[in-house]
C-alpha cells in the first residue's frame, strides 16, 4: 500500500498549487481519501477528504471556499486545488486513508500515510 503526494512548491500569496496523491497497492477506488498538513511546531490538521462516491467533507474551515478535492479513478489519483492561498496555508501536505469508503468524522481513524509534500506560500 502506497501514497505518494506530490505538486508541492513556493507560491506566492493568492497563487494557486494542485497536489495529487498518488495510490498504489490497493483497489483506490473503494476508499475514501483524505488530505493533512503540518505547519512548522503545530499539530497536524485535517483538510479534507474525498469519498468513494466524490461526496467531499471539509476537516478545516479556513480552506472552505478556496481549496477543493477531486478524484480519478483511472488514475488512482486524488487531488487537491487550493487557491488564493495565505502564508498561514504554508506547510507539509500529506495524504492518508482508513480503507473505508465514507470520509471518517473521527481525523484520528486515518492509519495509512503517504509521504509529504512541502507547499510554501511567501512573496
Known amino acids: 500500500v502506497q501514497l505518494q503526494a506530490s505538486g508541492g512548491g513556493l507560491v506566492q500569496p493568492g497563487g494557486s498549487l494542485k497536489l495529487a496523491c498518488e495510490a498504489s497497492?490497493?483497489?483506490?477506488?473503494?476508499?475514501?481519501i483524505g488530505w493533512f498538513r503540518q505547519a512548522p511546531g503545530k499539530e497536524r490538521e485535517g483538510v479534507l477528504c474525498i469519498s468513494s462516491i466524490d461526496t467531499s467533507t471539509y476537516y478545516a474551515d479556513s480552506v472552505k471556499g478556496r481549496f477543493t478535492i477531486s478524484r480519478d479513478n483511472a488514475k488512482d489519483t486524488v487531488y487537491l486545488q487550493m487557491n488564493s492561498l495565505k502564508p498561514e496555508d504554508t506547510a507539509i501536505y500529506y495524504c492518508?486513508?482508513?480503507?473505508?469508503?465514507?470520509?471518517?468524522?473521527?481525523?484520528?481513524?486515518?492509519?495509512?500515510w503517504g509521504q509529504g509534500t512541502q507547499v510554501t506560500v511567501s512573496s
Open positions: 497497492g490497493f483497489f483506490f477506488k473503494y476508499y475514501a
Open positions: 492518508a486513508t482508513d480503507f473505508t469508503s465514507m470520509c471518517p468524522a473521527a481525523t484520528m481513524r486515518y492509519d495509512h
